[in-house]
């Protein structure tokens, strides 16, 4: 997925010549080639260039339509045909650092102005006392947005919104119908961490957000843009207060979610599933359509359509009980002999 | 308990028989008699329109003091004697589709001003940079708010409070000797999603807020106002960063929370219960005066008063901590043979 | 550690008589002394007044700088030669009240005013529309500051630092290239209570925050002032969304911590510290250098440096995950039989 202009500048596009030179990298294909993106193995598109520091087995899901992609020198040889190799000892570190110098992220809004210039805001839109647009965002009519909130450079919303008081929005498009109470954290960075030589290092990141028509989001949760592809919600789905979706997560429809709950990185929600009260996902989790998650859950593999589990780590609901009423009635007992 | 109309607009008294209509319900009461606000079965007062979606035997518990309720048809004849019958299929979800329309949250602030021209703000009373008041709303004296908080419409704040930056409260009557930390969000929408045709739709919250005297809530937490009632903080409480505490919850004097618990909706939590931190309480339990939880306890059942409980689910502190040693006995001893 | 006047005014030195009279205790020692500042026992430096209720053989750890201690009656002829006596019977309760009238926070900006006169901000820092900065701040070359956030009083930030929408910051001192993400909450108060008379009172806290270079804090995270002496977060270390660190962390370099994680007052996280989401950790623990904690962790003792620790209460990884599998084992077999 190539990365929103709306939300990132770029130098434009450079040649993977530069590219190599930039990465300190060997390049085997074609030195003019222009390089406009950057983005995941996977997801990579027409003039993006990606990294890949897996097995040999997993170089079979790099995207064909790469231009090119970073890869160690073992593995120069196993790229897809007419992907370009970039080959230097650490493709990710490389792909972050170049990255960082290619694309940086527009300011929420301009410097010390209230409303950008270039902002569109419906005549029908209301805005409340301090609020701030950034440049190229737009509001539809009908909707209200709290007192001091900030909707940064590029958001897109749509009509019949209700957004309270210091929420902030950035690298996000949102539907109709959307309520975002106060102080909720729409499209900040993913949590990405990576050991560089001084120490640990942000991984900038890339993606955006998309909230359908009809998400509702609770008091001070945050749903942060994705890596290099979108977060998205899905319409009607209801998010409580202090929750926290990472990025790159996709949710279905009409899912709920209780306060306290947290969804890592890359998961996939089901449509209608039902989240307890602080029950939390591992990243790269999927939870089939219609299942439910008791609070307090820890869950770290997959959990089938329609199912109930609970506990940490969680099992079907079921066993869970079971188990804690075993262990219960072992110590009791015991107490008494 | 009628909706607060400082908080809440109203397009005014409506018949019965109009309610019927709007509510494509059968009435079984005098279509003249008016209607004045919305609320639940056992908390409906005189001129109160409620619902009862439960079984036949709890029937008994609807007050006798409401207008009307709503009802599916088998159990029309099962109400108090002088509350009229709303007949329909769904009546939960009608009352919330008709609520709706006849109640509205006010908003925060008048659209663009900063203080609104009814706002009583005391003049010993201190406002920082940005802060936003609402119509109606009163400040008293000696109180000081922080950076761009936002009082909301209607809300009464006490004398000597401190309130920090970034603070916003709606649909609150807030004591003297309030501090609330930076970040604090009083009064937003509880969380509760009801299924419609076409997927979730949010409940409409109708109650308020009250924090009394020497209340403290912490960092970037949440106290969601009632459904229909109050949430209510006792004298003196004192909640720490990241807390949630959800609708209609009576808590009592001094009690202590530290970071990260969450009390879910309609949970009663006695004077001087402790929480350790990341504590959770499920919906509608009680909590004894006195009773402590060890922190992570995830509390799915009552406690009594002067009990120290942990665990998920929570049970006896000696309990869980004699199943946690038992438990590791057992693996150690098998791991040797 | 003195207590910072660019964060908290002082009424300027007493005498250690005067501080007597406004605790109720008994003197012996000097009633000429100047008292400058207030103290835990063990890090009191020269001019602080403590406090002391431990059992008799902690006495030794009292720092023979302090210029006075309050202890109770029977504690008095156990304090290191030179540090008076201020004898009572509630020593830590007349600590808090005392001090409380001695050393008053100051507000984060000047009332009503947007850039405090005093302040001194950068040309070359950007500040977006909204931030307010308070008196004695100062903001480095390079830093930019989004909308609405506040830079609280006394408060130093390094360059290049970039700070999101609704941040605010107080009693902290921010190094370079120190990123904090929308709604982060630096310098409030840590959580402390204590019983009085009319039931919970706060404890003030007197201390400050230290941020060092090249940290990031995720959005609506939270890291609290500490009690008398810092809150430390070491080079590089990297806090996702909705963190909480306590009052007196010390942090070392190159930590990362996941959602929902939060660390209790006290504790000691070594270098290149891991937590999985969710990891929470009692107060006054210590993990060990390169430590890494599972996702839902909850860890009530010290943790040696390379372990990997998970469950609740957490222990070794492997021992975790050996009772898991056994007590699942015993339940499904019983099922069976």
């Given amino acids: 997925m190539p990365v929103d202009p709306r939300f990132f500048a770029s130098i434009g596009a450079v040649t993977l010549g530069k590219w190599a030179e930039l990465a300190g990298a060997t390049l085997i294909g074609d030195p003019e080639a222009p390089a406009t993106g950057v983005s995941s193995a996977t997801s990579a598109r027409h003039g993006d260039v990606c990294f890949f520091e897996g097995r040999r087995e997993e170089m079979s899901a790099i995207s064909v339509d790469a231009l090119a992609c970073l890869v160690k020198p073992d593995f120069a040889d196993g790229l897809p045909e007419g992907v370009a ?3 230097c000892d650490a493709p990710r570190l ?3 650092r ?3 110098q290619l694309f940086t992220l527009r300011p929420l809004s301009e410097w010390g102005e209230q409303i950008a210039p270039g902002a569109a805001v419906h005549p029908e839109a209301k ?3 301090g609020v701030v647009v950034g440049a190229g965002a737009a509001i539809g009519e009908g909707t209200e947005i709290g007192p001091g909130s900030v909707i940064g450079a590029g958001v897109q919303i749509g009509r019949n919104c209700r957004i309270g008081a210091h929420v902030s929005v950035q690298c996000a498009l949102i539907g109709d119908h959307v309520k975002l109470a106060s ?3 729409i499209g900040e960075a993913g949590f990405g961490v990576i050991a560089g030589e001084a120490g640990a290092e942000d991984i900038p990141q890339f993606g955006r957000v998309i909230l359908q028509d009809h998400v509702t989001v609770g008091a001070n949760s945050t749903i942060d843009r994705g890596a290099f592809d979108d977060t998205l919600i899905g319409e ?3 998010i409580d207060n202090l929750c926290h979706i990472g990025h790159n997560v996709v949710m279905g429809r009409s899912v709920a979610i209780a306060a306290f ?3 890592s990185g890359s998961c996939v929600i089901g449509d209608g599933v039902q989240l307890g009260g602080r029950a939390g996902i591992a990243d790269h989790v999927t939870i089939g359509a219609g299942a439910k998650l008791a609070a ?4 770290f593999r997959d959990v089938p359509a329609g199912e109930v589990w609970g506990g940490v780590p969680a099992r079907p609901l079921r066993e869970y009980m079971r188990e804690v009423a075993w262990l219960s009635k072992q110590t009791k007992s015991r107490k008494k002999t």
Same sequence: chains 1, 2, 3.
């Fill in 236 to 238: 009607r789905s209801k």
């Fill in 183 to 185: 102080g909720v954290r």
């Fill in 261 to 263: 709950s947290g969804i």
């Fill in 94 to 96: 490389t792909h972050v």
């Fill in 85 to 87: 190799a970039l080959v």
């Fill in 127 to 129: 805005l409340a006392h």
């Fill in 296 to 299: 307090a859950a820890g869950v």
């Fill in 98 to 100: 170049v990255g960082r």
